[in-house]
Protein backbone atom coordinates (compact mmCIF):
# COMPACT_ATOMS: atom_id res chain seq x y z
CA UNK A 1 0.00 0.00 0.00
CA UNK A 2 1.50 3.30 -0.79
CA UNK A 3 1.17 6.24 1.95
CA UNK A 4 1.00 9.57 1.45
CA UNK A 5 1.28 11.78 4.44
CA UNK A 6 1.74 15.90 3.39
CA UNK A 7 2.92 17.69 6.19
CA UNK A 8 0.77 20.53 7.33
CA UNK A 9 -1.49 20.11 4.97
CA UNK A 10 -4.37 22.49 5.51
CA UNK A 11 -7.63 20.97 3.62
CA UNK A 12 -10.89 23.03 2.82
CA UNK A 13 -8.20 26.15 2.77
CA UNK A 14 -6.95 26.04 -0.70
CA UNK A 15 -3.34 24.96 0.00
CA UNK A 16 -2.20 21.98 -2.81
CA UNK A 17 -0.09 19.94 -0.91
CA UNK A 18 1.70 18.94 -4.17
CA UNK A 19 3.02 22.55 -4.20
CA UNK A 20 3.25 23.65 -0.54
CA UNK A 21 3.97 20.53 1.46
CA UNK A 22 6.62 17.83 1.93
CA UNK A 23 5.32 14.88 0.86
CA UNK A 24 6.37 11.25 2.01
CA UNK A 25 5.28 7.69 0.19
CA UNK A 26 6.53 4.62 1.72
CA UNK A 27 5.51 1.05 0.65
CA UNK A 28 6.68 -1.82 2.86
CA UNK A 29 9.54 1.22 3.75
CA UNK A 30 11.24 3.03 6.64
CA UNK A 31 12.04 6.06 6.63
CA UNK A 32 14.23 7.30 10.06
CA UNK A 33 14.43 10.45 11.40
CA UNK A 34 16.66 10.64 13.91
CA UNK A 35 17.28 14.11 15.84
CA UNK A 36 16.16 17.76 14.47
CA UNK A 37 15.53 17.46 10.86
CA UNK A 38 14.11 19.93 8.57
CA UNK A 39 11.86 19.20 5.63
CA UNK A 40 10.97 22.20 3.75
CA UNK A 41 7.64 22.40 1.95
CA UNK A 42 8.00 20.22 -1.69
CA UNK A 43 10.51 18.28 -0.88
CA UNK A 44 9.71 14.53 -1.83
CA UNK A 45 10.67 11.27 0.18
CA UNK A 46 9.91 8.15 -1.60
CA UNK A 47 11.15 4.48 -0.33
CA UNK A 48 9.80 1.16 -1.98
CA UNK A 49 10.79 -2.00 -0.18
CA UNK A 50 13.72 0.86 1.06
CA UNK A 51 15.47 2.99 3.89
CA UNK A 52 15.94 6.39 4.19
CA UNK A 53 17.94 7.61 7.32
CA UNK A 54 18.22 11.41 7.79
CA UNK A 55 20.17 12.55 10.80
CA UNK A 56 20.14 15.55 13.34
CA UNK A 57 20.72 19.25 11.61
CA UNK A 58 19.91 18.04 8.48
CA UNK A 59 17.89 20.48 5.76
CA UNK A 60 16.31 19.00 2.68
CA UNK A 61 15.14 21.91 0.72
CA UNK A 62 11.69 22.52 -1.25
CA UNK A 63 11.38 20.45 -4.08
CA UNK A 64 14.25 17.90 -3.47
CA UNK A 65 13.61 14.61 -4.23
CA UNK A 66 14.92 11.78 -2.04
CA UNK A 67 13.75 7.90 -3.38
CA UNK A 68 14.78 4.86 -2.38
CA UNK A 69 14.61 1.17 -3.47
CA UNK A 70 17.15 -0.51 -0.88
CA UNK A 71 19.32 2.34 1.26
CA UNK A 72 19.23 6.34 1.33
CA UNK A 73 21.59 7.45 4.68
CA UNK A 74 22.13 11.13 4.84
CA UNK A 75 24.48 12.70 7.85
CA UNK A 76 24.16 14.69 10.17
CA UNK A 77 24.00 18.41 9.71
CA UNK A 78 23.78 18.14 5.79
CA UNK A 79 22.42 20.89 3.28
CA UNK A 80 20.68 19.73 1.19
CA UNK A 81 19.44 22.24 -1.79
CA UNK A 82 16.09 23.20 -3.52
CA UNK A 83 15.89 20.61 -6.85
CA UNK A 84 17.90 18.24 -5.56
CA UNK A 85 17.10 14.24 -6.53
CA UNK A 86 19.17 11.66 -4.74
CA UNK A 87 18.28 8.12 -6.06
CA UNK A 88 19.63 4.60 -5.01
CA UNK A 89 17.76 2.50 -8.31
CA UNK A 90 17.21 3.37 -12.09
CA UNK A 91 13.22 3.71 -11.37
CA UNK A 92 12.78 1.02 -14.29
CA UNK A 93 14.34 -1.82 -15.44
CA UNK A 94 16.48 -2.07 -18.54
CA UNK A 95 18.53 -5.18 -20.06
CA UNK A 96 21.08 -5.58 -23.09
CA UNK A 97 20.26 -8.26 -25.59
CA UNK A 98 18.40 -11.40 -24.35
CA UNK A 99 19.09 -10.36 -20.80
CA UNK A 100 15.97 -10.58 -18.38
CA UNK A 101 15.28 -6.72 -17.67
CA UNK A 102 16.33 -5.63 -13.59
CA UNK A 103 17.28 -2.72 -11.68
CA UNK A 104 19.65 -3.74 -9.24
CA UNK A 105 19.80 -0.76 -6.17
CA UNK A 106 22.31 0.51 -4.97
CA UNK A 107 22.60 1.99 -1.61
CA UNK A 108 23.73 5.99 -1.33
CA UNK A 109 25.35 7.45 1.71
CA UNK A 110 25.73 11.11 2.58
CA UNK A 111 28.03 11.21 5.23
CA UNK A 112 28.07 14.64 7.91
CA UNK A 113 28.43 18.04 6.88
CA UNK A 114 27.90 17.70 3.53
CA UNK A 115 26.69 20.56 1.11
CA UNK A 116 24.24 19.75 -1.92
CA UNK A 117 24.00 22.49 -4.41
CA UNK A 118 21.06 23.19 -6.35
CA UNK A 119 19.49 20.75 -9.22
CA UNK A 120 22.64 18.15 -8.55
CA UNK A 121 22.15 14.49 -9.34
CA UNK A 122 23.22 11.58 -7.50
CA UNK A 123 22.92 8.44 -8.53
CA UNK A 124 23.23 5.14 -6.83
CA UNK A 125 26.19 3.24 -5.34
CA UNK A 126 27.56 7.00 -3.82
CA UNK A 127 28.86 7.80 -1.28
CA UNK A 128 29.82 11.37 0.11
CA UNK A 129 32.63 11.40 2.64
CA UNK A 130 32.35 14.16 5.02
CA UNK A 131 32.30 18.16 4.58
CA UNK A 132 32.41 17.67 0.92
CA UNK A 133 31.04 20.03 -1.22
CA UNK A 134 28.76 19.57 -4.61
CA UNK A 135 28.62 22.39 -6.69
CA UNK A 136 25.05 23.27 -8.59
CA UNK A 137 23.93 21.14 -11.48
CA UNK A 138 25.96 18.36 -11.12
CA UNK A 139 25.55 14.69 -11.67
CA UNK A 140 27.49 12.55 -9.06
CA UNK A 141 28.31 9.68 -10.62
CA UNK A 142 31.64 8.63 -8.69
CA UNK A 143 32.10 8.55 -4.86
CA UNK A 144 33.59 12.13 -3.42
CA UNK A 145 36.21 12.20 -1.40
CA UNK A 146 35.84 14.25 2.23
CA UNK A 147 36.17 18.08 2.31
CA UNK A 148 36.48 18.04 -1.84
CA UNK A 149 34.35 20.63 -4.12
CA UNK A 150 33.07 18.79 -7.00
CA UNK A 151 31.25 20.19 -9.52
CA UNK A 152 30.35 19.25 -13.68
CA UNK A 153 28.49 16.42 -15.96
CA UNK A 154 29.78 13.95 -14.46
CA UNK A 155 30.94 15.98 -11.46
CA UNK A 156 35.66 16.07 -11.30
CA UNK A 157 37.38 17.23 -8.76
CA UNK A 158 37.28 20.86 -8.42
CA UNK A 159 39.11 21.91 -4.86
CA UNK A 160 40.14 19.93 -1.93
CA UNK A 161 40.71 20.49 1.75
CA UNK A 162 37.51 22.75 0.90
CA UNK A 163 36.12 23.63 4.40
CA UNK A 164 32.40 24.68 4.69
CA UNK A 165 30.12 26.94 6.97
CA UNK A 166 25.86 27.98 7.11
Known amino acids: MLVGIPFGY ?27 VSLFPGCV ?15 INTQA ?11 EHCLISSW ?15 E ?6 KGVTIKDHCWIGQNVTILKGITIEEGAVVAAGSIITKDVK ?4 VGGIPAHVIRENVVWEE
Do not use: Q, S, Y
Open 10 to 36: HGGLGIDPRKDNCRIHLNNATLRIIGN
Open 45 to 59: IVAHDGEIIIRNGTM
Open 65 to 75: WIMAREKIDIG
Open 100 to 105: KPRDIP
Open 84 to 98: VTIRDNNAHKLAIGD
Open 146 to 149: ARTL
